[in-house]
């Protein structure tokens, strides 16, 4: 079965900072990967997807890199804002029929 | 959220009682989930649809049962809730399913979230 581990469980930087979080995941046979940011109380708001034939993707102040053959794959956040306060959840799409996630890094950004 | 709703948001019911989450989407995606979230498990898939009244079981389908009668509507049933069963639920859509050239296909969109207590 697929496990997906995101460390460290929380983050705490001030703002202005650049920061990265990290995914790893056991089987690398994926089809994609999906970075999402949770806020308190909400649903879950996709932020990037990463087909497993590419390597990364950027969308604002955001990159995602994805190394298929090490498992791992990151998200770069640029200038951190307290407004990127929340959780981010990473999650993998295998050839089952299933989207394993992780179980978030909680960010705090600090004014 | 916009394209898919989740009903109720909240709810508190009893042990033995039975409950039924309605997810509504209106951008005629094939693809209807239902994950629930738990502190320490992440999310994780109860069952999932494929079509109209194509559906099939999820990673913890025990106690629960889903209904998808028209396109736009996935219905999760608890028929006799147990206090493991208080979670978030969430319902996601996805306009593909495991893999199209079009990446924006692939993006799975969630509802709000529906909180259950089961006292």
């Known amino acids: 079965k697929q496990e997906v581990t995101q460390i460290p469980a929380a983050l705490s930087v001030p703002e202005g900072e650049n920061l990265v979080l990290n995914c790893s995941f056991t089987?690398?046979?994926?089809?994609?990967l999906q970075w999402f940011r949770q806020d308190p109380g909400k649903g879950l708001t996709s932020l990037l997807l990463i087909q497993s034939s590419q390597r990364e993707q950027t969308s604002g102040r955001l990159n995602a890199s994805l190394d298929k053959s090490s498992g791992r794959s990151t998200l770069y956040i640029a200038a951190s804002q307290p407004g990127d306060s929340a959780t981010y959840l990473c999650a993998v799409k295998t050839g089952a029929n299933n989207l394993f996630f992780g179980t978030g890094t909680r960010l705090t950004v600090i004014p | 959220d916009a394209g898919i709703t989740q009903s109720p948001r909240h709810k508190v019911t009893e042990t033995g009682t039975p409950v039924t989450l309605r997810c509504h989407q209106t951008e005629n995606h094939r693809y209807m989930y239902w994950y629930r979230q738990d502190p320490g498990h992440g999310l994780r898939l109860i069952h999932y649809?494929?079509?109209?009244?194509?559906?099939d079981k999820g990673e913890v389908s025990d106690g629960y049962s889903v209904s998808r009668s028209k396109t736009e509507d996935f219905l999760l049933t608890l028929e006799s809730a147990t206090s493991s069963q208080t979670s978030v639920y969430f319902c996601?859509?996805?306009?593909?399913?495991?893999?199209?050239?079009?990446?924006?296909?692939?993006?799975?969109?969630f509802g709000a979230g529906s909180r259950l207590t089961v006292l």
């Open positions: 089987d690398s046979a994926i089809y994609n």
């Open positions: 996601a859509i996805s306009h593909s399913y495991t893999y199209s050239i079009d990446s924006g296909a692939n993006v799975l969109t």
């Open positions: 649809s494929y079509g109209v009244k194509d559906t």
